[in-house]
């Protein structure tokens, strides 16, 4: 008999067993009759090891379970049986449906179909009936008792066996409905996970209601608003008023076909700066959940790109607008030239006040030469030929060129060019580094200012050249950046960003070096030390980095 404690489970399967039994009437011949049950369990245990025989040949080839099995089944069965057999003589062991429950969740029993295992048992059953028959000839009355008690003790086993086996694959399911909903739970997290490190803005719109029920972590950046503070808000709302309406069409359009795109939408922050988007919807259904997906990637620098690619072709147009003109007027000036000339010898000092018209015209149509010369040196390629170059004489005729761009602007110019000796560099290139520093050093002066250059040697083959302007200055989180290309702190207009890296990439040709020293309003101080070897040679052009 079965003495430990049973499982819960099983002691509620044992007992609505037992109390469907006694409803339905199936238990004609009650657990009192103890004398007719020890005589059929003592024939069951006696009998077991002869029925097992034919049996075993029976199921073997009806089921086809392969012969290296019957070994194993043979013993299971002769365990099995004198589990039952205790049970017959003794309702109250239970440990054949202990052993039963256990078997078909688990073990070899539940390897194969109930109904297998089922039509195993009823030939079982019915082999000890023949034998019951033949046992009990003689008696035919306690053979039909006992053949009674067999039929009602295996109805019940039925029922306990069927049970087991629904119960097993109940369990199953929820095993594997637990399991698929883990699985699927893991893949939502992944997928979550996906979402929230892509390195796009990514907005979910509900279908339907078309308001938004999820953002990733890079839209609560971009936009500066938290995932709770949207959920429930139209789409719309992430966009200017002027954009609403194509913000909705691209919407459209994704629940229509499926997916669509357009690349002229702006987000609109909760500081209320707006961002270029290429924004991309595609429709998704999952479960019953039926959403767009907005994938809004950030297209700022690509505008910033083409505004400076246009700017700087616009600027190359009117360079080359500008040389055609300067081309233009030397003719003109130089024939006005001849004929001040001219009138210079007619008048032959007789009148001095004519005269020294004459001489301020002349001197003024030689300064408007000179201009018109610079001008034309500037818009010159520069090309890799090497001179010997009066870096001085370089800076003294830049701030001619730039005289009225000074003045116009309030910035007073002091210079302090000392004796240094020639460098041994490409004329044009050095003339972009003098227009460079001094352009952005007026543009740092919005208000005009001071814009100081000085020339120094400070080694037998080494000068120095300061740009100081007393402008706006630089904040300090920026001077790493200033070298970089297309990187600039100028209003959209004002400047390409490629001034400086211009500026950086010549210094590296020639060796030199140049720093920066900034402080916010007070000024900022360019400093370019250059190496004057004039025989000496310098470097191939390198990548940068």
Partial sequence: MSRSPL????????????GYLQEAGLRQIPPERTDLRRTLADFIERRAPAVLEPWLRAIGAALGIPEADWPRIREDQAAAIGRWARHIADPADVETYVMLSRHTRQGFISRFPASRFLAAQIRFTQLLGEDIKREFAHDPAQADQLRQLLAQEFQERVLHITDFFVQAREDELRRQEAAYREELLEQEASYRRAIDGAPACILFVDAAAGTLFDINHVAERILGYGREELRGRPFQDLHPPGERSRASALWHSALERGHASRDDLHLLTRRGELVPVFANAGYIEYGPRRWVQLICV??????????????SEKMAAIGQLAAGIAHELRNPLAIVMNALYDLHQIVDGRNAEVAEDLRIAEEEIGRAQAIIKNLLEFSRESGAELTRLDVNDLLARTLQLMQKYLQDNGVRVTTELGPIPPCLANQNAMRQIALNLITNAVQAMPEGGELRLRTAAVGPNLIRIEVRDTGVGIPAEHLQDIFNPFYTTKAPGQ???LGLSVVHSILRRYQGEIRVASAVGVGTTFTIDLPCQCHAEVLPDRPEG
Avoid: Y
């Fill in 7 to 18: 499982e819960p489970a099983l002691a509620r399967h044992l007992e609505r067993i037992t």
């Fill in 298 to 311: 950030d297209i700022s620098d690509r505008k910033r790109l083409e505004s400076q690619l246009i700017q």
């Fill in 495 to 497: 400047g390409t960003g």
